[in-house]
């Protein structure tokens, strides 16, 4: 299983960006058991963080405090595809962004970073 993160970029305080993350044939429903995907992201200096995580197939989330309310994940099966929707970023969501995925649905071991595959990193970089 691969996983491919994409759509970072350098954008404003309060801007918003979508990102993507697409697997390899093989991963999503139908196939795969990977239904379990979530995204991280790390700070230059500090550790990696759990930022959320969707269960792929009834779709339940879960999302760190500090982006609750401005962040979404949301998935597109027939595209293979996890998306995190970032609205009114802020200076300190300037990092790497990651996604992952666990074989099984429970994605709560994912808050801890328990992951069976991870993709490259996005930069996202929050200027003011």
């Known amino acids: 299983v691969q996983l491919q993160a994409s759509g970072g970029g350098s954008v404003q305080v309060g801007d918003s960006l979508r990102l993507s993350c697409t697997a390899s044939k093989g991963s999503f429903p139908g196939s795969f058991p990977v239904h379990a995907m979530g995204w991280f992201r790390q700070a230059p200096g500090k550790e990696r963080e759990f930022v959320g995580a969707?269960?792929?197939?009834?779709?339940?989330?879960l999302y760190d405090d500090s982006v609750k309310g401005r962040f979404t994940i949301s998935t597109d099966n027939a595209k293979n595809t996890v998306y995190l929707q970032m609205n009114n970023l802020k200076s300190e969501d300037t990092a790497i962004y990651y996604c992952a995925g666990r074989e099984g649905r429970n994605i709560v071991p994912l808050r801890s970073g328990v992951a069976d595959y991870w993709g490259q990193g996005t930069q996202v970089t929050v200027s003011s």
């Open positions: 969707i269960n792929r197939r009834d779709g339940n989330t």
